[in-house]
DNA sequence: GTTATAATTTAGAATAGATATAAAGTAATA
DNA sequence: TATTACTTTATATCTATTCTAAATTATAAC
């Protein structure tokens, strides 16, 4: 809901490479904008924001970062406020996302209460969680199953 | 999670009265196939279920509608599931929704632990809440200032 | 250092979910 | 039944996202 810091951007570099994916300079730009900020931008929202400093960036290739961040689950995906457009946030703690209907921003809220939800979410449903929001992503048995023989 | 009964298809029209909508049978049948299923449908894949039973029905009308369910508060919208389509909800119970990141269906999650969290992010936030899922959409103080004012 | 190669980026075209528009139809009220 | 505002419809449009093929680049081996 503030300012607050949320990231060491130094450790940017480091945690891409440690997930198994290649130090490029727009992979390292597009991540470190998103652990930087509170604001849950949009694809758009970052392309937009990278242009000065990356003047060839293409849209595609902040779909295809943003994708891989996902799959390798430095980042989660919101999903759309409203406006038509997925969100992202680099922020892995459990925490509420406040989604104003009327002007699609969105707030965080943090509660311990929620925390203690998780185990009990992944225990009795079988799924296996990749994140702790209101929305809990994750695979469910039968694809966890057909991962696993694949 | 099971194929658990949702709410009284009679109650539908009258539900939709009681929110100061007209009663048209294209409103009535969206809602009542809501009501009806666990599934979280999109606009799209209810466009399609319905269209034996109305023909003439338009994509545009889904749209309006879903739009005008979930200002009156009667469904929710659960955003997307990584398939890039919106998915709507008309369990306005406090529940936890488990979006497959693989296959991307949506399961249900009931627990009691969750609904205790409603009122402590209401008072705290100063949202005025919409709904309890995992996320939470609601008001944010700022816009619930300008709608006063008009 | 070079080189090889497989991953990545890029620009632009293509796809598809969602919205806007204007005309025709219809529910609700008196 | 007549009126009127609200709805529906079909179509065109918008725009977020994905796809494609070619050019580029990070990484590891030499």
Do not use: W
């Amino acid at each position: 809901m503030s300012g607050k810091k949320r990231s060491t951007p130094e450790r940017v570099a480091e945690r891409l490479k440690a997930a198994g994916l290649r130090l490029t300079p727009q992979r390292v730009a597009i991540y470190r904008a998103l652990v930087q900020t509170d604001s849950h931008p949009t694809a758009q929202r970052l392309y937009e924001q990278l242009q000065p400093e990356l003047p060839s960036l293409s849209q595609a290739t902040v779909y295809n970062t943003l994708q891989a961040l996902v799959e390798k689950g430095l980042v989660h995906e919101i999903g759309d406020a409203g406006d038509g457009a997925v969100h992202y946030d680099a922020d892995l703690a459990p925490h509420v996302n406040l989604v104003c209907t009327r002007c699609h921003r969105i707030d965080d809220f943090h509660a311990d209460l929620l925390a203690k939800a998780d185990d009990l979410v992944a225990a009795e449903s079988g799924y296996r969680l990749q994140g702790a929001r209101l929305v809990y992503y994750g695979l469910c048995p039968a694809c966890q199953a057909e991962v696993a023989h694949s």
